[in-house]
């Protein structure tokens, strides 16, 4: 059975006027080029950036926190019944989408400081992808189980031995933090390599191109 040719080029293209695309260098493509040589993500992740795009604002740090605040707690309730119920980030990826508008509609757009180099705004325009994809990491960040919890649960619950706020927060952190510094040390390993791919995170891509393409295209 023959090889399945490699993808060297995205199969999904942007048309752009060329003197518009050289005049305003809006749209950059990725740094070095790359594309997966996976057929489904090459079909489904685009290798264009837009620079220009707004991402740390004031919707991402209110919305992100409470997307993650709110998925712990209720993951972290429920996860004590004997049939646990589990709320995804999928679900926040969703209800965030009309509080981001929302928000773009109904927050000033005043600036502060104006002038300064601390010049910041509360608006600055439209809800973006980059705002949304922030938000729903916030949320998945919050979503996922706190491993930690059940060795504080099992000391209690089965040996009869107390443990003390202060020591039981000090676990589940260290636990947490060693978790994100070894994701961050194989970062390079299996995020970065476009060989490497992760076959869930594909519907979320494809969920965030549809709200901020087809959806706004539609209007």
Not at 4 to 15: D, F, G, K, T, Y
Not at 61 to 76: E, R
Not at 129 to 141: D, N, P, R, W
């Amino acid at each position: 059975m023959p090889a399945e040719p490699e993808i060297n080029a995205p199969l999904i293209q942007r048309h752009h006027n060329n003197n518009q695309a050289s005049s305003s260098g809006e749209i950059s493509s990725s740094p070095d080029g790359e594309n997966s040589p996976i057929e489904q993500v090459a079909l489904t992740v685009p290798v264009s950036d837009d620079p220009t795009l707004p991402t740390f604002t004031f919707r991402t740090w209110i919305l992100g926190t409470l997307a993650c605040v709110l998925l712990s707690f209720l993951n972290q309730f429920f996860g004590f019944r004997r049939e646990p119920l589990s709320v995804t980030a999928i679900s926040a990826q969703i209800a965030v989408v009309p509080l981001g508008h929302l928000m773009a509609s109904i927050v000033t757009k005043r600036v502060f400081m104006k002038g300064t180099r601390w010049e910041f705004t509360l608006n600055p325009g439209k809800f973006n992808v980059k705002e949304h994809v922030l938000i729903t990491i916030f949320a998945s960040s919050g979503a996922a189980s706190v491993y930690a919890i059940h060795f504080v649960n099992s000391v209690k619950l089965f040996y009869r031995k107390e443990i003390s706020v202060l020591v039981a927060l000090l676990v589940v952190l260290t636990t947490q933090v060693l978790g994100f510094g070894w994701a961050g040390v194989f970062r390079r390993y299996l995020v970065e390599p476009a060989a490497m791919w992760w076959p869930q995170n594909l519907v979320q891509v494809s969920l965030f191109r549809y709200v901020h393409t087809r959806l706004l295209i539609g209007r």
